[in-house]
Structure formats: structure tokens, C-alpha cells
């Protein structure tokens, strides 16, 4: 059994980085701020815990712009794997090559700017089947040689 993979690094950090870094250190210092006074009201404590997971979450995905890694893997039996991997976190999507309907290049709007893992020009996969569609290679600012090979993996349908 043949197995077809490529397996991508982030090249570089996107801007999003920065500022979302920012925002993220912000929010979790207000959430230790918030316990810190000791003050001992539920609001105090919900905002708190709110800025904690809020800044908690924004910094994992900064994390995933400078350590993150993406694999995408095609086996000979027709399937195609997608796995994001930040340290021993992982995350996989599996299905099979033929669902694919179409695959094209993709720039979240601006909201995204606190976000750094889904920052930048991205390829997002339509599957057959599937409510959503899956969005490959944000925030790792790949080259354009780089997407070709992966829309080139995911089949002869893919569009841009």
C-alpha cells in the first residue's frame, strides 16, 4: 500500500501573531487581575475565569503559527487524512478522496486578527457530505508551490 504525504511547518510568523499575542497576554492578565484583588463576587469570578479560557485560547492558537504542524496524507484505499499538531495535541479529519468537490484558496475576513491560526491565505476543502468545510494551511504561510501540492494530493477536482 502506497502512501502519499506531505507534511508542512509554519515558514513564517503572519502579523495576526503579533497582535493576537498581544490580546491574548492582555486577557489573561485581566483574569488573574480578577483574582488577584480578591474580590469574591460570581462576577468577579465569571469574568475572570471568561478572560482566562478566552486569553488561554487565543495563545494556543499563536502557538500553533510557530510550532504547529500540518500533515496530509493519501492512502492507496482512496482516503485522505488531515492532521494539525501543536506539541502532543492532535487533531485529525479523515475521508474519503472521491467527496472532495471542490478546493480553493481562501483569506479570512478581518475579524480573524485574534485568531493567528487561521490568519493568511489558506485552502479551504469542500467534502461531500460534510456540513463545514475544512480549512487547511492557515496561519503557517505557505508558498504558492506549497498549496499547488496540496490541491494537486487532494485530486484533479480542486479549483482555485
Known amino acids: 500500500m502506497a502512501v502519499e504525504e506531505l507534511e508542512f511547518r509554519a515558514r513564517q510568523r503572519h502579523p495576526y501573531f503579533y497582535i493576537g499575542t498581544t490580546f491574548g497576554l492582555i486577557f489573561v492578565a485581566t483574569g488573574v487581575a480578577a483574582f488577584a484583588t480578591g474580590a469574591t463576587s460570581i462576577t468577579n469570578d465569571i469574568v475572570g475565569l471568561f478572560a482566562l479560557g478566552f486569553g488561554g485560547a487565543i495563545l494556543v492558537s499563536a ?30 479529519k479523515r475521508f474519503p478522496k472521491a467527496d472532495v468537490r ?10 480573524a486578527i485574534m485568531w493567528p491560526s487561521i490568519a493568511g491565505v489558506q485552502l479551504r476543502i469542500d467534502i461531500q457530505r460534510e456540513r463545514r468545510p475544512i480549512d487547511v494551511a492557515g496561519g503557517m504561510e505557505l508558498d504558492d508551490a506549497s498549496l499547488r501540492a496540496i490541491e494537486q494530493l487532494l485530486g484533479a477536482g480542486a479549483t482555485k
Open 63 to 92: 502557538a500553533y503559527v510557530v510550532r504547529g504542524r500540518l500533515r496530509i496524507r493519501a492512502s492507496d484505499d482512496g482516503w485522505l487524512t488531515v492532521t494539525w499538531t501543536l506539541g502532543r495535541w492532535s487533531r485529525s
Open 102 to 111: 471542490s478546493v480553493r484558496r481562501y483569506t479570512p475576513p478581518a475579524f
